[in-house]
Protein backbone atom coordinates (compact mmCIF):
# COMPACT_ATOMS: atom_id res chain seq x y z
CA UNK A 1 0.00 0.00 0.00
CA UNK A 2 1.15 3.56 -0.46
CA UNK A 3 0.40 6.39 2.32
CA UNK A 4 -0.69 9.51 -0.12
CA UNK A 5 -0.85 13.63 1.03
CA UNK A 6 -1.94 16.14 -1.38
CA UNK A 7 -1.32 19.63 -0.72
CA UNK A 8 -1.27 23.17 -3.17
CA UNK A 9 -4.80 24.19 -3.61
CA UNK A 10 -6.42 27.16 -3.23
CA UNK A 11 -8.11 29.91 -4.58
CA UNK A 12 -6.85 31.55 -8.18
CA UNK A 13 -8.07 33.85 -10.75
CA UNK A 14 -8.90 32.09 -14.06
CA UNK A 15 -5.95 32.22 -16.13
CA UNK A 16 -3.77 32.07 -12.89
CA UNK A 17 -1.63 28.76 -12.14
CA UNK A 18 -1.62 26.46 -9.33
CA UNK A 19 0.95 23.69 -8.76
CA UNK A 20 -0.37 20.50 -6.65
CA UNK A 21 1.97 18.35 -4.84
CA UNK A 22 1.51 14.71 -3.90
CA UNK A 23 3.51 13.14 -0.98
CA UNK A 24 4.14 9.37 -1.04
CA UNK A 25 5.15 7.38 1.42
CA UNK A 26 5.12 3.35 1.53
CA UNK A 27 7.70 0.53 0.30
CA UNK A 28 5.17 -0.04 -3.08
CA UNK A 29 5.53 3.84 -3.79
CA UNK A 30 8.46 3.68 -6.32
CA UNK A 31 7.04 0.82 -8.41
CA UNK A 32 3.25 2.59 -8.96
CA UNK A 33 1.70 4.22 -11.66
CA UNK A 34 0.46 7.50 -10.45
CA UNK A 35 -2.24 9.56 -11.41
CA UNK A 36 -4.43 12.85 -10.54
CA UNK A 37 -8.17 12.54 -11.02
CA UNK A 38 -10.76 15.48 -9.79
CA UNK A 39 -14.29 15.54 -8.87
CA UNK A 40 -16.69 18.72 -9.45
CA UNK A 41 -19.52 18.73 -7.07
CA UNK A 42 -22.54 17.17 -8.62
CA UNK A 43 -20.31 15.32 -10.90
CA UNK A 44 -18.52 12.11 -10.99
CA UNK A 45 -14.61 11.87 -10.46
CA UNK A 46 -12.56 12.21 -13.45
CA UNK A 47 -8.98 11.60 -15.04
CA UNK A 48 -6.64 14.03 -15.24
CA UNK A 49 -3.48 13.26 -15.82
CA UNK A 50 -1.09 9.70 -15.17
CA UNK A 51 2.89 9.00 -15.36
CA UNK A 52 4.71 5.84 -15.34
CA UNK A 53 7.08 4.83 -13.04
CA UNK A 54 9.08 3.00 -15.76
CA UNK A 55 10.45 6.15 -17.75
CA UNK A 56 7.36 8.55 -17.09
CA UNK A 57 5.51 8.50 -19.25
CA UNK A 58 2.59 11.08 -18.84
CA UNK A 59 -0.95 10.67 -20.05
CA UNK A 60 -3.68 13.51 -20.12
CA UNK A 61 -7.02 14.34 -20.48
CA UNK A 62 -7.96 16.27 -23.55
CA UNK A 63 -9.38 19.67 -21.05
CA UNK A 64 -6.63 19.85 -19.73
CA UNK A 65 -3.34 18.75 -22.45
CA UNK A 66 -0.97 21.58 -22.73
CA UNK A 67 -2.28 23.44 -19.91
CA UNK A 68 -1.03 20.93 -17.17
CA UNK A 69 1.99 19.24 -16.27
CA UNK A 70 2.77 16.02 -14.37
CA UNK A 71 6.13 14.99 -13.19
CA UNK A 72 7.45 12.49 -10.64
CA UNK A 73 10.54 12.28 -8.54
CA UNK A 74 10.74 8.99 -7.33
CA UNK A 75 13.95 9.64 -5.02
CA UNK A 76 11.91 12.00 -2.84
CA UNK A 77 8.61 10.22 -3.22
CA UNK A 78 6.48 13.27 -4.65
CA UNK A 79 4.43 14.25 -7.79
CA UNK A 80 3.44 17.17 -8.73
CA UNK A 81 0.63 18.90 -11.21
CA UNK A 82 1.48 22.27 -12.51
CA UNK A 83 -1.75 23.84 -13.65
CA UNK A 84 -1.56 26.87 -16.25
CA UNK A 85 -4.15 28.99 -17.77
CA UNK A 86 -6.74 27.95 -15.27
CA UNK A 87 -10.22 27.86 -15.94
CA UNK A 88 -12.93 27.64 -13.78
CA UNK A 89 -14.50 24.81 -15.19
CA UNK A 90 -11.01 23.29 -13.75
CA UNK A 91 -12.57 23.96 -10.09
CA UNK A 92 -13.03 20.61 -8.56
CA UNK A 93 -11.56 18.52 -5.33
CA UNK A 94 -7.90 17.08 -6.88
CA UNK A 95 -6.98 13.33 -5.54
CA UNK A 96 -3.97 11.74 -6.25
CA UNK A 97 -3.94 8.00 -6.76
CA UNK A 98 -1.15 4.98 -6.84
CA UNK A 99 -1.62 1.86 -8.60
CA UNK A 100 -0.05 -1.51 -10.22
CA UNK A 101 -1.05 -0.44 -13.31
CA UNK A 102 -1.57 3.55 -15.34
CA UNK A 103 -5.12 3.59 -16.26
CA UNK A 104 -7.63 6.14 -16.72
CA UNK A 105 -10.24 4.40 -14.93
CA UNK A 106 -10.37 5.33 -11.28
CA UNK A 107 -11.08 1.85 -9.77
CA UNK A 108 -7.43 0.70 -11.21
CA UNK A 109 -5.72 2.60 -8.49
CA UNK A 110 -5.67 1.43 -4.76
CA UNK A 111 -4.44 4.22 -2.90
CA UNK A 112 -5.86 7.53 -2.44
CA UNK A 113 -5.30 10.82 -1.05
CA UNK A 114 -7.75 12.92 1.11
CA UNK A 115 -7.74 15.46 -1.85
CA UNK A 116 -6.93 19.28 -2.30
CA UNK A 117 -9.48 21.81 -3.22
CA UNK A 118 -8.98 24.11 -6.29
CA UNK A 119 -11.11 27.22 -6.90
CA UNK A 120 -10.88 29.13 -10.04
CA UNK A 121 -12.75 32.13 -9.96
CA UNK A 122 -13.62 34.30 -13.25
Known amino acids: QVQLVESGGGLVQAGGSLRLSCAAS????????MGWFRQAPGKEREFVAAITWIAGRTYYAESVKGRFTISRDNARGTMSLQMNSLRPEDTALYYC???????????????WGQGTQVTVSS
Open 26 to 33: GRAYSTSD
Open 97 to 111: AAGPLVSYSSPKYQS
